[in-house]
């Protein structure tokens, strides 16, 4: 069993867990206590595919009061996300990856409101990785923490959801989920400068020095959306490929980076330029049941005639790195909705 967090008593149920994060973070912060620590250690953070917990991986990680010290200690540092093989509360669903997918940082510890010896580890730049990277490889052991003298997984050790590292290890797992990608882009930046001012520069440093790049995150959330997508625009299908084979497609963030939107696929969405431009500028909208909608009195009709008729979204196979209702009713309710009321006073 790899990450168990539940602690005696009954676990809190999930219901919460879709609130908006701009309802949850006001709410949270009427009772927050910030915890610090001098020095700041490296962490795994364990969650489950399909977790009873109410976590929110891009902004919130919720675990119980024996944690708590562990997540203390790595406020202010950067952390990784470990998909634990359990998705129930047995071992008869072990349909997870077991494996490293996303890294991030804890920008403070806060108390659960409403569930008593439960806690939340607010999250900042999270950033899915490109490949998941198995807690083993052959006889390596990214952890070595988890290898027994025999050889065989400490899975004791295994079940502590949240578990520090020491920072030799950390590098080499993200090196192992987004050196390929980072190496692509450090290819790219040698053969172009567009989008950055020293390319190889960007690219030569540590992985978590590059991380926090603006920059490079920008390209990684780019090749992420990019790719997961097949270079194709949700709204109008279009899928244009330069002659140098370059997809002309652009990454739009659907909270805005400015608003403390994720680099998550699930806070993104590939537009043609057009599109984005709209999706921005608040005359275009995503909904919650795989549609888009459209400001009528703004967009012109020859412009509607780009977008596809049905007004369906073109989205991934992968369920999990769609949009996320929550960043999509963010999107309407403070860019495009404002912009419809904006509509019918100028009517």
Known sequence: MFGARHSSGALPGAADADRSATQLQSLLLRSLTIYSVSMPRKAILSIKAESRYKDLPEERYHFSRRLLRRAQESIGEQVIYYETGRTGLTDLGRTGRESYIACGRIA???????????????IDGYLPFVRPVPFREAEHFYESFLKKPDGTTNRGAAGQAIRHVPDDEFELILAAGL?????DLRAEARSTADGFSDPPAEFERPIVQQLVNRKVRDALFSRFIRDTYDATCAVSGL?????????????????????????????????????????????????????????????????????????????????????????????????????????????
């Open 108 to 122: 403070g510890v806060i108390p659960d409101p409403d569930a008593e010896g439960y806690y939340f580890a607010l």
């Open 179 to 183: 050196g390929p990608a980072l190496g």
């Open 239 to 347: 899928r244009i490929v330069n002659g140098g084979g370059r997809a002309e497609i652009e990454a739009a963030h659907i909270r805005p980076v400015e608003q403390h939107g994720p680099d998550s696929p699930r806070n993104g969405i590939a537009l043609c330029r057009t599109a984005h431009w709209m999706f921005d500028r608040g005359l275009l909208a995503l909904t919650s049941d795989e549609r888009f909608i459209v400001n009528t009195q703004r967009v012109p009709e020859d412009a509607r005639r780009l977008l596809r008729q049905d007004g369906r979204l073109i989205l991934p196979r992968d369920a999990s790195v769609r949009p996320h209702p929550l960043f999509i009713d963010w999107h309407r309710i403070h860019v495009f909705e404002p912009k419809l009321v904006q509509s019918a006073q100028m009517s």
